[in-house]
C-alpha cells in the first residue's frame, strides 16, 4: 500500500514547478500521519525527470507509461490514474491545483465514488484526522473540511499554501516504472493557446511590483517600471489597470487573474479589494504603499508605507541601487 501518492505535472518532461509544492505538501502530511509518499510521473516513455524527483525525500517515483500519455488528455491521465490508484491503494492523492489537475482530477475521483477537496491553503491534524481549510466567497470566508468514508482521499493545494523550496530532498528514492492502459482518447489536443508572443507567467515571479489605480495614468507606469528593474521582478497591476489597457492582461493578478506567490509582491497604489487579494495573499512578503491608512491591503502587508507612492518609487529605487553597489 502507498500512504500518499502526489502528483508531478510536467510537459515533454520538464517539470511544473509547482508540483514541487505539492511534495512539500504530502511530506507535511506524511510527517504527520506517519506515512511514506510516492510520486507519479505519467510519461509515454523512461522519463528523464524521474531522476530529478527522485532526489527529493520519497519512498518511490513511480512513472505510469503508455504511448498515449506523450500529451495531455483528461481521458488519457484518467485512464492511468484510475489503474495506478487501485494498483497501490494509497490513503491520500495529493496534488497542486493547476487547470490540469482541476480537468482530471474530478473525473478519477467519480470513477472511484471519492471527491476531492479541492483549492486548498493549510490543513491541521486534529488527533489524527485531517481538516483541510479552503477559501469560499471569492476569499471572504474560510471553511474548514474533514473527509469522511474510506480512502483514498483526493486533496488539492493552492499555489503559494505551501512552498516548494521547502520540498524536502536529500533522499535516493527507487524508481519503477509501471506499464498502463488507455482507452480510445476521445479529444485530439492542440497546442496550448498563447494569448501573446510577449505572454508572461507571473506564477514563476520570484518578485513582483504592482500596480493599482494610485498610478493615475499609464504614463506613469514607468516609474513603476523602474522600480521592478530595480529589484529584478516582474510588473503586475489590479484589474482596472487591464481594464484600460494601460497594462496587458496576462499581467492582471486576482480572481479574474493569476494567482501568484513571489518571495516578494509590492503592490502600490492598490487598496486591496478582495478580488486582488485572493490572488496574491500567498507571497512571502507583502509591501503596501498607499495613501489611505484604512487600505484593506494594509490588513494583509507585512509592511506598509503610508504616503504618496510618487514619493515613494523613486527613493526606493535609488536605496535598491546604493545597496547593489
Given amino acids: 500500500m502507498s500512504d500518499i501518492l502526489v502528483f508531478i505535472e510536467h510537459k515533454n518532461c520538464v517539470l511544473n514547478k509547482i508540483s514541487l509544492e505539492a511534495i512539500a505538501a504530502a511530506q507535511s502530511i506524511a510527517k504527520d500521519l506517519g506515512l511514506k509518499v510516492s510520486a507519479i510521473i505519467p510519461c509515454d516513455k523512461d522519463c528523464a525527470l524521474a531522476e530529478e524527483i527522485s532526489r527529493y525525500n520519497l519512498e518511490k517515483v513511480i512513472v505510469i507509461k503508455n504511448e498515449k500519455l506523450n500529451i495531455y488528455t483528461p481521458d488519457g491521465y484518467a485512464d492511468a490514474w484510475e489503474q495506478i490508484i487501485k494498483q497501490t491503494n494509497p490513503q491520500y492523492v495529493v496534488m497542486a491545483h493547476t487547470y490540469q489537475v482541476r480537468d482530471f482530477a474530478p473525473k478519477v475521483a467519480a470513477r472511484l465514488g471519492k471527491e476531492v477537496v479541492g483549492d486548498c491553503i493549510r490543513y491541521q491534524n486534529s488527533n489524527g484526522k485531517l481538516v483541510f481549510t479552503r477559501r469560499i466567497f471569492l476569499g471572504k470566508l474560510d471553511a474548514d473540511v474533514t473527509i469522511e468514508g474510506d ?5 488539492t493545494f493552492q499555489s503559494g499554501a505551501f512552498r516548494g523550496d521547502n520540498a524536502e530532498k536529500g533522499g535516493n528514492a527507487q524508481t519503477e516504472m509501471t506499464n498502463v492502459e488507455v482507452k480510445d482518447l476521445r479529444m485530439s489536443p492542440e497546442e496550448p493557446f498563447q494569448e501573446a508572443k510577449a505572454s508572461v507567467d507571473l506564477t514563476k515571479s520570484g518578485i513582483i511590483v504592482a500596480v493599482g489605480r494610485g498610478i493615475k495614468s499609464q504614463e506613469n507606469i514607468a516609474l513603476a517600471q523602474q522600480l521592478a528593474d530595480a529589484l529584478g521582478a516582474d510588473l503586475a497591476a489590479s484589474r482596472p489597470i487591464c481594464d484600460a489597457e494601460w497594462l496587458p492582461i496576462d499581467r492582471q493578478i486576482g480572481s479574474s487573474g493569476q494567482t501568484v506567490a513571489p518571495k516578494v509582491y509590492i503592490a502600490l497604489g492598490i487598496s486591496g479589494a478582495i478580488q486582488h487579494i485572493v490572488g496574491m495573499k500567498n507571497a512571502g512578503t507583502i509591501v503596501a504603499i498607499n495613501k ?11 509592511y506598509g508605507i503610508v504616503g504618496d507612492i510618487f514619493e515613494a518609487m523613486p527613493v526606493l529605487v535609488e536605496e535598491i541601487k546604493k545597496a547593489k553597489g
Fill in 151 to 155: 480512502a483514498p482521499y483526493f486533496v
Fill in 292 to 302: 489611505d491608512k484604512e487600505a484593506p491591503i494594509f490588513d494583509i502587508a507585512d
